[in-house]
Structure formats: structure tokens, C-alpha cells
């Protein structure tokens, strides 16, 4: 990892620049940042590319402290769609060099149409219409880079990507230390992103990344890098008390060690806990009692997914107006957002906090059903060569159950998240790819 950051000291360095600008240069980041953006996209610099769209996403998920007098992040925010429109200008231009296309935005074409169509009923036209431009943008843009970068740059792009990670994460980490007003929030670990549980989503698709680098043999860390790799996400994941996350991982590694077993067996224990959750909160809830755990994992709240149910009851009803075909991408912001005072006073503060009903509000029951129809069609696709997609999938599956990030487009999930169902539609693997048992020994 440490030669990887020598590597990119430069543009690691630019970003530092561009950071400092942004939050003390005044207006100056404005013409920076899209200049920096195009000359890499000129030279055909598709890495750094990446990387600047995954680090701009990261800070512009950030939640300015409750003591700060303006928004330090809000020149990141106000820049973000950059990304997606610039690369898929870049792309344009040199189309020719993309081929073969990676086909993951063709299963995803039925919702975007949908989702398009609902934004004849939305509240707010403008809104919309940008995000579901910049939606279907990273559904198309995302996996071409990620395909092109694997054949151009191998490993190196693998290892170079969650270097970048790590090295976000373990920022957080020291934050932790020399600034905890901007690393907590009420007592939970955030790190660099807005809250704990975004933070919690981050990890749960680092470790997810991670593990198939590891097993398509996309890169190789030492033994040493491993344990570094499995300290910073841990810890930071124990720091956050997001038990969303915790379970999400814990979901995905489990279900990814029964497939070593048997795939059949994997599918079993999964219909076991979709059938048997009850019983197994049951189980949950006396362990956590057992071994003295309630204010960690804050038994008080989990019953009613703090505060979420009264947004979901919420949500349900105003579906009703929105049945078969939503009100557009933006649609649960649009109603949700004017509803906040009256929500907060009920127990709840945020959004929809489930990407079911969101997904459901912006594009309706047909929607859902095209959506998830897709995801369907890629495992079908995917289990012909391998099955631990059916781990990732039930671990989103969990994830997005109390998160709302899946009908958004420009956060730093999304990306990560394209990135790695890219990986098992695209069937990348390495040259030298076995099918091992995972571990954090050199490889």
C-alpha cells in the first residue's frame, strides 16, 4: 500500500490543494477543480478521474459540525455533478477505446424509463430531471471506467482503489484524536463522512470490495497490508455503533463462508433468516442483553429502527397517491423535506430511511419490480460462474432496508457499489484466480 501512495504522491498532493482551497480559498476551488478534472480526462488519465469522483463524493456526504457557521463542504456539493457529466464526456470522446461495453446499465434501462416517466407527477420538475440524469450517468459511466481501468491498469488500479480507501477511513480515524467535533457526532464515529451510519454503509462495501480483490485475485497485499486493512475497518465500524452496518457485514460474511460449503446450503440459511427474523431479533436482542451490551447497540431504540418506523408508516401512506408509478427521482425528498418539523416532533429526523419505499415513492410499484427485476437477471447472469454475488446481494438486500442511499446517484455508496456489481457482471478476475478460502495471509 505505502508504494501505492508514493506512486500518486502528486496527485495525492493536488488533492490536498483542492481541499484547501475549497474550504479557505474563497471561490478560487471553482475554476480549480473542473480544470484539474478536464486536463486528467485530456491525457486520458482515467484513474485519477476515478478517484477524484470517489473522494469528491466521500466530502460531499460531510455534515458541517453543529457549532460551524457555514457549510466548509458546500463548494464540493455545488461541484459533485461534474463528475458524472464529465465522464461521460470523456467517454464520448474516446468511445472507441471503452470497447467492449460493459452491459451493467442495460439491466437497469426498464426502471430508468419508469423512474423518467414519473417525473410527469413530480413537485419539482428541475430537481428531478437532474437526478435522474446524473442516476442513469454513473449506472453507464461507473462500470465503463471500472472495465477499462482493470484492462489497462491491472492490479495496480485494484490496489491503487482501496489504498485510497483505507487512506480516507484512517484519516477519520485520526480526526478520531486531533478533532473530534468533526470525526463524532453525539457520541457515534463518523470519520470523514456525514453521520455513523453512512459510515457504517462505507464499510460494510469497503470489506465487501476488499474480500472480492482478494478472491478474483484483481491484486495482492502482503500479509501485513491485510491486518491493516481488517484493523482500520473494524475498528472504525465498532466506533460507529451503526448495528446496521454490523449486521450487513456480519450477513455477507457469513452467507460468503457457506457458500465455500455449498451454494444450496447458502441459500438455505438465507430463507431460514428471512423467514425466521423474528425469532432470530428475539435471539438477538437476549444475547445483547446476556453480555450487557444495551447501550451499544442501543436496545431503547431498536424495536422501532429509531425513529424510522414513524417515516415508514409516513412514506406508506403518501405511496398511496403514488402507487404504480412514482413521482420522479426526488419525489421522497420533495415529501419528506416539508414534513420534517411535524416528523421530528413524532420521535423521527432525516429521510425515508428505507430504499424499498423510497424507491417506491419515486418510481411507483412498477419500479420496484423493475429494479429488482434487473438485480434478479444480473444474479442469474452471475451464478453461472460464481456465487458469492448471492452474499453481496443479501447483504445490500439487509443494508437498504434502514438506508435510503439506493435511489440516489452522487454520494460516495453508489460508487462503490457500482464498482462492485461491475466486477461480477463484467467477470473480472485475475490471471491466476482460485477459488480459496478467505484469510488476511499473503496471498
Known sequence: MIPAYKEHSQFIMILAIMYILGVWGGPLIFPIYPMFLFLYGLRGRYFEMFIIAVWTLMLADYVPVEIATYDDMKWIKTLKPLVPLTMFMFFIRDRESFKPYPKLVVYFIPFMVIATAGLSDT???????????????????????????????????????????????????????????????????????????????????????????????????????????????????????????????????????????????????????LTFNDQLFIVFVGGVEFFGLQNFFRIDSIEEGSGRGIAWVFAWQEIQDYYFIGGGFGHDEHIMRPNYKWLSMQGHSGGVHNSYLSMWMDAGILGVVAYFGGIIAIIGKTMRDNYIIIAFVASIAFNIYFESWLVASLNPFTILYLTILTIFISNLTGKDYVKDEFSIEDE
Request: with cysteine; proline share 2%; net charge positive.
Open 123 to 273: 413537485l419539482n420538475f428541475q430537481v428531478g430531471f437532474q437526478k435522474t440524469l446524473s442516476f442513469v450517468l454513473m449506472y453507464l459511466c461507473i462500470p465503463l471506467f471500472v472495465v477499462i481501468l482493470h484492462r489497462r491498469d491491472k492490479d495496480h488500479f485494484w490496489k491503487a482503489l482501496l489504498t485510497f480507501i483505507i487512506g480516507m477511513l484512517t484519516i477519520g480515524i485520526i480526526l478520531r484524536f486531533v478533532a473530534p467535533d468533526i470525526a463524532m457526532e453525539v457520541g457515534r464515529f463518523k470519520g470523514v463522512l456525514g453521520n455513523p451510519n453512512g459510515l457504517g454503509v462505507i464499510l460494510n462495501l469497503t470489506f465487501v470490495l476488499w474480500v472480492l480483490i482478494r478472491r478474483f485475485n484483481l491484486a495482492t497485499f502482503t500479509k501485513k497490508e491485510n491486518m491493516y486493512i481488517l484493523f482500520v475497518i473494524l475498528l472504525s465500524l465498532i466506533w460507529t455503533g451503526s448495528r446496521n452496518g454490523m449486521m450487513s457485514m456480519f450477513l455477507f460474511y457469513v452467507i460468503y463462508k457457506m457458500i465455500q460449503v455449498n451454494w444450496f446450503l447458502a441459500l438455505v440459511l438465507l430463507a431460514a433468516i
